[in-house]
């Protein structure tokens, strides 16, 4: 299902779906799976571990260059949060809380946040979308 919704978005290519697919090397499409098959918002070398385990002559250098081109073609995205980068392949939007001890990283769906942000961006300006990760301590860090 997921290739098909790849498909609509390069509708514009004017490609049918089996270009389309071939398009997506074996690598990558493992790359893509991997990642939204979690909601960890993992590290590259997560994804690495994770897509050997289906791929065992999948190189690091090859995720590496499949997630970039998964970002830039707009598929996933990814964020440096305290020097490292994560990824997401959950496109729908939403922000995040991140643990500062254990770097628990979940999704938050904050209610009625962009009308509060139109009220602190400058006057006239519209909000629409909101990219916000709130840090802090998860429920067991808290705890320790
Ligand atoms: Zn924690
Ligand atoms: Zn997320």
Redesign the pocket.
């Known amino acids: 299902m997921r290739l098909e919704s790849l498909n609509r978005n390069h509708s514009y290519y004017g490609l049918n779906s089996y270009h389309i697919i071939m398009r997506f090397s074996k690598q990558k499409e493992t790359v893509y799976q991997v990642l939204i098959d979690t909601h960890s918002h993992p590290t590259a070398n997560w994804v690495f571990e994770k897509a050997k385990s289906i791929l065992p002559n999948i190189s690091l250098g090859t995720v590496y260059r499949n997630l970039g081109q998964l970002e830039s073609d707009g598929n996933i995205r990814s964020f440096a949060l305290k020097g490292i980068v994560r990824y997401d392949g959950n496109l729908d939007q939403h922000s995040h809380f991140l ?1 500062e ?2 770097d ?1 990283m979940i999704d938050i769906h904050p209610k009625n946040i962009q009308r509060k942000y139109n009220n602190i961006i400058p006057k006239n300006f519209t909000a629409n979308s909101i990219d916000l990760t709130i840090t802090g ?2 429920n ?2 808290k705890s320790t």
């Open positions: 643990c001890n254990c628990l301590f998860c067991s860090c």
